[in-house]
């Protein structure tokens, strides 16, 4: 998806930290989503023996929402009260910068500082909670592991580049696109040959 033939330039990851309208940009948020999607980079790149996605610079945008960081994860869109995080900081994004599912120019990568738990992707676009910046700058009450929040954003993106989870769970248990995000990155984990196709 990420592939560029001679006369096209391929899509870069663009990455934004929204910061809601009550709150302030924490600025150690900004420089942690920045080393994880450098660090993610990197190791996609080492997945894939070469070259790997582009981001853009600079490579964090900090954006500052209407919205109070309750609203992202409170307020009612769509189906499934799991899904509205995702949905409510898409149309977010969607408003101040034109983010897209399919956009052919990005792959984008959100994170809010709503609060919230649950991490979505697909179809171009990955939606990261406050919960994941907690974990980037190593203050989730749970799991302290930066590398562990790292490894979820390399999940998301994943599915934001169209990558399944495994047809074979057991089998792939390690995997990045399973629960290899668990102790097992960078070094444990993988991408399986069929997401490296």
């Known amino acids: 998806a990420l592939a560029a033939t001679d006369t096209e330039q391929p899509r870069t990851v663009r990455v934004i930290y929204l910061v809601s309208a009550d709150r302030e940009e924490n600025p ?20 894939l023996g070469g070259p790997t996605f582009r981001l853009r610079n600079p490579v964090v945008d900090v954006v500052k929402s209407r919205q ?3 609203w992202f994860y409170a307020h ?10 995702f949905n409510n900081s898409l149309q977010e994004a969607r408003r101040l910068l034109d983010a897209k599912f399919n956009d052919p120019d990005h792959v984008w990568v959100i994170y809010s500082d709503g609060p919230g738990d649950k991490g979505r992707a697909g179809n171009g676009v990955a939606v ?12 989730h009450p749970q799991q302290k592991n930066k ?22 769970t057991k089998q792939h248990a390690d995997a990045i696109m399973w629960t290899g995000i668990y102790g097992k990155y960078p070094d444990q984990t993988y991408l399986t040959e069929s997401d490296k196709k």
């Open 28 to 47: 150690e948020y900004t420089a942690a989503v920045e080393h994880a999607i450098r660090d993610i980079q990197k190791w996609y790149g080492k997945q």
């Open 68 to 70: 109070k960081a309750e």
């Open 76 to 85: 009612p869109n769509g189906r499934g009260k799991d899904n509205w995080g």
């Open 128 to 139: 990261l909670p406050e919960n994941d910046l907690l974990g980037l700058v190593g203050k």
């Open 147 to 168: 590398l562990r929040w790292i490894a979820g954003l390399g999940h998301e993106i994943g599915h934001a580049f169209f990558l399944p989870h495994p047809s074979d």
